[in-house]
């Protein structure tokens, strides 16, 4: 079902006719340039991708064409006149919406609010309520969501169910070009291709779209021209997607080759002690019967569809969640079931799927931040001890290439891969044994992918366990020495990693879910 994609539809681009033109955008926030000359071209009806590494300035541009940020400096031309975008409202007058990269929908509103948030129906009390569950019922069946329900409560859907909803409130407008910031990050496969569709059948009714991805393999399917941002400036623009190969790409984003190959696998020593070991674990209505070992330098995949109960599994070995049956061992000790304090104690660390909302606390500094889950180790005679707190994030801050390395700056205040690399500083940091790892690289660039990929690699053959999590396909089967295929919330198989590949994981988790 996956392999079938698009034609690209070979669009002639106008260039009289832009729809949107960006000249010389300047923005700063307070000492920190964060765009110093942009430039930017979309033509009607075209899927025009920003590329650009973590910080490169993507989403601060979104920002400013969505009238969340004033620019300092530079023009916007809207079918060639001046436009002053001086509000979010003033932008979706215009015709642009935006998805924006931290979902932005509100949590104790039901997907009917929060799609008509803002620019509720005019009409009164019932009658307008009935009316705008009617049209969310349209829109989510236009996006191929017609199973959800427009008076389900935001904050009880899945990050993926969320982008749904900011993507049903973005058409619930009369737009004529539609930003979406890394919307594939939150998606599995399948979604993916639904996205795909969607974005297919809005650009063939003449729609724009903006399109921010760090998966390079996506423009390829949908994309019809690049613009290249690096450090706040438009490097490449308007390259033709069919005509500029992925390493010029690469080249234009990071000034530099970067080989975004997986680390080699020396292979788990034979004899190496099992450091977790998880039992026949259950959690009601999530999943069943669950078994598996990671052995000291082995890094243990586990692959699925979004939903298929991955998170679900490593949150119950964490202790986050209460085991309905089963047993989670560390380094040879049974863990009390539901209990994360003990969970780290035995040396577990997890490095949450959703930054936001999981994992950091956005007003605070990186190095707060980092050492959030380690104070104990830190804290000496009593206090808290500020400097060996920085000095510990500082080692990380370069391991992981952190910019900017400032571990004083609020961690919210930094690009979304470099949010990402802060949670993984954190387990590095507390020295954890068994490392549990959801969605590691979501957001991150392929410089950093690479990068990352490395220290993970790294950290297994220092004679650690690690356990991680991707809806990469590829990512799992490149990391992973043994891969969990789970589907449903079974294990469907566990396999050697060089014994399967992509379209071997997807048949299984296919038929699995189809059961
Ligand atoms: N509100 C803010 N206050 C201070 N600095 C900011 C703010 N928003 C963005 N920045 C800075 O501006 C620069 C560009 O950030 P931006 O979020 O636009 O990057 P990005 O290209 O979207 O990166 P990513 O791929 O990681 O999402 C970064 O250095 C970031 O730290
Ligand atoms: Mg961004």
Not at 58 to 79: C, F, N, Q, R, Y
Request: net charge negative; charged share 25%; proline share 3%.
């Amino acid at each position: 079902m996956r392999a079938a994609c698009y034609v690209r539809r070979v669009i002639k681009v106008d260039h009289h006719s832009s729809l949107l033109s960006v000249r010389g955008v300047k923005k700063r926030f307070g000492p920190i340039t964060a765009l110093r000359g942009v430039d930017l071209d979309v033509a009607p009806g075209e899927v025009h991708c920003l590329l650009g590494q973590n910080g490169a300035g993507k989403s601060t541009l979104i920002k400013v064409l969505a009238g969340v940020h004033s620019p300092d400096e530079g023009e916007l031309l809207w079918h060639g006149e001046a436009a002053d975008i001086d509000g979010p409202q003033s932008a979706i007058d215009l015709g642009i919406a935006t998805m924006y990269q931290e979902l932005d929908v509100v949590d104790g509103l039901t997907i009917a609010e929060n799609v008509f948030l803002g620019h509720e129906l005019d009409r009164g009390g019932l009658t307008r309520r009935a009316d705008q569950a009617a049209k969310t019922r349209e829109i989510l069946e236009r996006l191929g969501h017609g199973s959800m329900s427009p008076h389900t409560e935001v904050g009880s859907l899945s990050a993926a169910e969320k982008q749904i909803v900011s993507m049903a409130r973005a058409l619930s407008h009369d737009i004529e070009l539609i930003i979406m910031d890394e919307p594939s990050a939150v998606l599995d496969t399948e979604e993916v291709d639904n996205l795909f569709r969607v974005v297919h059948e809005l650009t063939s009714q003449g729609i724009a779209v903006i399109y921010i991805t760090h998966r390079l393999a996506e423009i390829r399917t949908i994309g019809d021209r690049i613009t290249v941002l690096k450090d706040g400036a438009s490097t490449a623009s308007n390259l033709s997607v069919a005509d500029t190969p992925t390493d010029v790409l690469i080249q234009h984003m990071t000034g530099r080759e970067v080989l975004n190959v997986f680390p080699t696998r020396p292979g788990v020593p034979s004899g190496a002690p099992v450091l977790l070991d998880v039992d026949s674990l259950s959690l009601d209505d999530e999943f069943d019967d669950v078994s598996f070992r990671v052995r000291a330098g082995e890094i243990v995949g586990l692959a699925g569809l979004v939903g298929s109960g991955r998170s679900e599994i490593i949150e119950t070995v964490y202790g986050a969640r209460k085991a309905t049956s089963g047993t989670v061992t560390a380094h040879g000790k049974k863990l009390p079931r539901g209990s994360v304090t003990a969970a780290i104690a035995a040396g577990l660390g997890l490095s949450p799927e959703e930054r936001k909302s999981q994992g950091l606390i956005l007003g605070d500094p990186i190095y707060k931040n980092v050492t959030l889950s380690s104070f104990q180790d830190i804290a000496r005679s009593g206090w808290l001890d500020e400097r060996a707190e920085r000095r510990a994030t500082d080692e990380q801050i370069d391991a992981l290439e952190l910019r900017p390395a400032d571990s004083t700056r609020a961690a919210g205040t930094l690009s979304g891969g470099n949010q990402q690399k802060i949670l993984l500083a954190r387990w590095l940091v507390h020295g954890s044994s068994i490392l549990l790892l959801d969605e590691p690289t979501r957001g991150v660039d392929v410089g950093a992918r690479a990068e990352i990929y490395a220290l993970i690699r790294r950290l297994a053959d220092a004679g650690n366990a690690v356990v991680v999590i991707s809806s990469e396909i590829e990512e799992v089967l490149g990391l992973a020495d043994t891969v969990l295929v789970i589907g449903d919330g079974q294990l469907l198989t566990t396999v050697d990693s060089s014994e399967i590949d992509e379209h071997g994981v997807l048949d299984l988790v296919m038929k699995g879910t189809a059961a």
